[in-house]
């Protein structure tokens, strides 16, 4: 079999990037083909196939026909559509497999694979197809105003930070989807958390949405059962992900127990200058560091105000034998059992959070408890030999049945370049 992944960036990044090359080395390890597409970056791996890939796209810098210019490219790019109708054309894949798409690849490369008979497949990382700002939140509330596909709220409601010039482009950006019918080609949407399915299932039928949460390497992470005493946040430190709540509700705990912040982001320099007893800012984690510090924390907090999909922060926190402490949103709660693997709270809700804060840190028993119980729930229910085995079989449900497309495809061009 042959699978093209698209994903706009081919470094690890965020959440959707641990996925797709989880994806991407399971594929290869069982000897299917990988073709990739992405953006040029000179953080990307090595791709046979780099040749193909689209140009690096920022609408924020140049002046201001060139921000226009590359905001529209944002909308729908003509180069990623010309350079995936090349490599498609090249390589002839089974299977499209897109992931983070929008913006520098765009929606619009999904009807280039369709028109060439090849079945797609769209990992919901987020709520875009429903959602103009990929949120579903306006102000501090859960926001289902677009989810059927009526847009003209993220206009009037200036969902994107309060701007009318990008709360339009995002408008514009999500009709033109919607005109050409990208999200309608799409064969199978994965969703990688019960949240996220209910997200979409205004716009799009249930036997096209398919429940797949996202899986960890059980294999590879033993619980050390070390307990240093800390609490971990490991994220971004941007509007949304709730670190300042936690800061808070550690401050207001008299700050007794250190707290490690695992990660970058537009608020660093603010939060840094407002928080500065028994908080140690470690900067962006990756790879054996952040092991190490998972496997030392004591608590892991995942703070979130917004609709998370499926976190990895939180099930690798539960492969290191950790309890967790997260926002009672989005699909956090199918993963932490509230009371049995940690505890949840309402986001935004700092004394509640300094509550759980201070339950859980003045007991170890409980800590070791709740990690094991974590740790038991995370193989029996989100290994990735599970997840693996799960996406695999939505792979050959669609390959099965497409072979007549493509061949009909694959005969028309042999008989026009033979012309």
């Known amino acids: 079999m042959k699978v093209l992944l698209a994903n706009k960036f081919l470094y690890e990044r965020g959440g959707a990037e641990t996925v797709l090359f989880q994806e991407r080395t399971f594929l290869t390890d069982t000897g299917t083909e990988v073709i990739d597409f992405a953006m040029q970056h000179e953080r990307n791996v090595h791709s046979p196939h780099a040749a193909h890939f689209v140009s690096r796209q920022d609408y924020r810098t140049g002046g201001y026909l060139s921000k226009i210019k590359g905001a529209l490219a944002l909308i729908h790019s003509r180069e990623a559509v010309r350079k995936l109708a090349s490599l498609v054309d090249e390589t002839r894949p089974d299977l499209m497999h897109c992931h983070n798409i929008y913006h520098q690849l765009t929606p619009s490369i999904v009807g280039v694979a369709k ?100 899986g960890v390497d059980v294999a590879t992470i033993s619980p ?34 250190p707290l490690v912040i695992a990660g970058t982001g537009p608020l660093t320099d603010e939060l840094k200058s407002q928080f500065t007893e028994n908080v140690q800012f470690a900067g962006h984690l990756s790879g054996p560091e952040l092991s190490t510090m998972l496997a030392e924390s004591s608590v892991v907090v995942v703070p979130s105000e917004w609709c998370e999909n499926c976190p990895m922060s939180v099930l690798e926190a539960m492969a290191h034998g950790k309890p967790v402490i997260a926002s009672r949103i989005g699909g956090i709660p199918e993963l932490v059992n509230d009371l049995a693997t940690g505890f949840l709270f309402e986001p935004n809700n700092t004394d509640e959070l300094r509550d759980r804060l201070e339950r859980l840190m003045s007991d170890p028993g409980l800590r070791a408890r709740m990690g094991a119980a974590g740790r038991l729930r995370v193989e029996r229910e989100f290994s990735l030999e599970k997840h693996n085995a799960e996406l695999m079989a939505v792979y050959q449900s669609l390959v099965s049945g497409s072979g007549s497309a493509k061949a009909e495809y694959c005969s028309r061009s042999s008989s026009i370049s033979s012309l």
């Open 224 to 257: 050390s059962g070390l307990d240093k005493g800390y609490l971990l946040y490991c994220g971004r430190l941007a509007p949304g992900k709730g670190a300042e709540t936690l800061l808070r509700a550690h401050q207001a705990a008299g700050s007794r127990w």
């Open 115 to 214: 028109s060439r008979g090849i079945p797609v497949v769209l990992t919901l990382h987020d709520t875009k197809p429903v959602c103009p700002v990929h949120t579903r939140a306006l102000g501090n509330n859960l926001c289902s105003l677009c989810i059927g596909g009526d847009f003209h709220h993220v206009l009037k409601h200036r969902c994107s930070d309060g701007s009318i010039a990008q709360s339009a482009a995002l408008y514009l950006e999500a009709v033109t989807q919607r005109w050409l019918g990208s999200y309608e080609k799409v064969d199978r949407f994965i969703a990688p958390s019960q949240f996220m399915r209910d997200s979409v299932l205004r716009r799009f039928s249930a036997d096209r949405v398919a429940l797949l949460h996202n």
